[in-house]
């Protein structure tokens, strides 16, 4: 693998599940791998789960591991090309990144989108330009729309869950105070739809999600009806998609928050978010602490999906 991006770089989702289960029984029987080997992981945006996850990953192949927070210490970034650049941005990223290339052997990248232009936001202008210009392979740590070692991990913990060899999994919109990208639904759903199971998704009029990633999915309005016999329900908030509306917040309603009268609808089903999640807002107190919430197997589980990734990466270099 030279870059990973999307779940079309994972290859077969079986064999990619199958190398999973071994890294999660043999976290360090790839320690001679990563030797001399240096990992950069550079965000642009706040993490914990992600930068904690992957230092660990790239720790346990053997790597160093540099991270820089762009906003906190390293120069302000111009990434617009043929500006003039006599604001407050010092450094221009086409300099930024081949320079950070020229310091290690892998980097992780994570930049959300800004919504400030859809475009340049699925165009994914600033990861598409460490592609091109920082000479190393470059991995998502998520990017404006997708975040696909989130979706890997998603994958991993609901294969270890199911009980139902083709679970019915419904990702429900949820209410949030601020404006959030798409990444996670995006990527999640095309996770989904790249396996067997009966994937469903729920949420208000206006909030339909880019169809490239929709795709096969079923849509259902109704969030009552989605939710019946669910095997698992992965909340998330995301602004709006379409147009005018891009990266507004068109409803706050609570009637979508994830709580036990609808989860009484499902299955017995499994609740899992990404984290970090707004407490009665997405969820009840109740659902998240059930015995039902996975949300923390669900995070263990992006040390796996981060090692399996890097480890193809570094059998590639
Ligand atoms: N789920 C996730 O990516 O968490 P962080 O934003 O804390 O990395």
């Known amino acids: 693998m030279r870059n990973f991006t999307s779940v079309h770089d994972i290859g077969d989702l079986k064999s990619a599940l ?36 992957t230092q660990k990953a790239g720790l346990n192949l053997g790597m160093n591991v540099i991270v820089l927070d762009i906003n906190q210490g390293a120069w302000k970034l111009e990434t617009e090309k043929g500006v003039i650049m006599d604001g407050d941005k010092p450094e221009h990223i086409l300099e930024a990144i081949p320079v950070m ?3 290690c052997d892998v980097i992780g990248v994570r930049s959300f989108a800004q919504f400030e232009e859809k475009a340049a936001d699925y165009n994914e202008v600033i ?16 990017a404006a729309t997708r975040h696909p070692l989130q979706s890997f991990a998603d994958l991993i913990t609901i294969e270890e869950f199911k009980k139902t060899e ?27 739809n790249a396996t067997d199971y009966q ?21 259902e309005y109704d969030k009552e009806k989605a939710y019946k016999d669910a095997d698992f329900i992965y909340a998330k908030n995301w602004a709006a998609y379409q147009d005018p509306n891009y990266g507004k917040i068109l409803s706050t309603d609570r009637a979508w928050t994830v709580e036990s009268k609808k989860m009484a609808l499902t299955n017995n089903a499994y609740f ?9 807002m997405i969820v009840s107190d109740e659902v998240i602490d059930s015995q039902q919430s996975i949300v923390i197997p669900e995070a263990a ?17």
Not at 25 to 41: C, I, R, S, V
Not at 129 to 134: R, V
Not at 201 to 217: C, M, Q, R, S, W
């Open 301 to 317: 589980n992006r040390v796996v999906s981060a090692q399996v990734v890097l480890k193809e990466i570094l059998l590639g270099l």
């Open 272 to 280: 899992m978010h990404c984290l970090p999640v707004r407490r009665n």
């Open 166 to 192: 083709k679970p019915k999994v419904v990702l429900t919109w949820a209410p949030h105070p601020r404006a959030l990208p798409q990444a996670v639904p995006n990527s999640f759903a095309e996770w989904m």
């Open 18 to 53: 199958e190398k999973a289960k071994y890294v999660k029984e043999n976290p360090f029987a790839d320690q001679e791998l990563g030797k001399n080997k240096t990992l950069l992981l550079i965000f642009f945006n706040s993490s914990l789960r992600t930068r904690l996850s």
């Open 101 to 103: 290339g020229a310091y």
């Open 199 to 219: 994937f469903v998704i729920t949420h208000p009029e206006g909030y339909e999600l880019d169809e490239k990633f929709v795709a096969n999915a079923i849509v």
């Open 127 to 142: 990861l598409n330009q460490f592609i091109q210009y920082s000479g190393k392979p470059i991995f998502s740590m998520e």
